[in-house]
Nanobody, 125 residues
Framework: QVQLVESGGGLVQAGGSLRLSCVASGHIFSTYVMGWFRQAPGKEREFVAGIRWNNGYTYYADSVKGRFTISRDSAKNTVYLQMNSLKPEDTAVYYC??????????????????WGQGTQVTVSS
């Protein structure tokens, strides 16, 4: 069982930056994948970025590539999402999730077994 707690959301102006954190309780096995997703009002939850815990391999949605960076600190069981050059369309609730199966980084929500409660990010124009 893994529990996830996100933090770091808030209100920022367009062009600004935020760093989200997701702390995982319980053991994170090296085969896990951790992902960040987001959900805007009236829209489906969408993939933002993912990282494989054992080797740090990352994958990004095209909409955030070059602006967002996902990273992890194994000693702290924490995954981060550094968000730069934020745009109003980045406004959403951001969730972290864990896929405990040994697989690639999925952009679908289905393979992910555990989810955090979400943190709100609002970007004003």
């Amino acid at each position: 069982q893994v529990q996830l707690v996100e933090s770091g959301g808030g209100l920022v102006q367009a062009g600004g930056s935020l760093r989200l954190s997701c702390v995982a309780s319980g053991h994170i096995f090296s085969t896990y994948v951790m992902g960040w997703f987001r959900q805007a009002p009236g829209k489906e939850r969408e993939f933002v970025a993912g990282i494989r815990w054992n080797n740090g391999y990352t994958y990004y949605a095209d909409s955030v590539k070059g602006r967002f960076t996902i990273s992890r600190d194994s000693a702290k069981n924490t995954v981060y999402l550094q968000m730069n050059s934020l745009k109003p369309e980045d406004t959403a609730v951001y969730y972290c999730a864990v896929d405990e199966k040994y697989s690639g980084i999925s952009t679908s929500t289905r393979p992910y077994d555990y989810w955090g409660q979400g943190t709100q990010v609002t970007v004003s124009s």
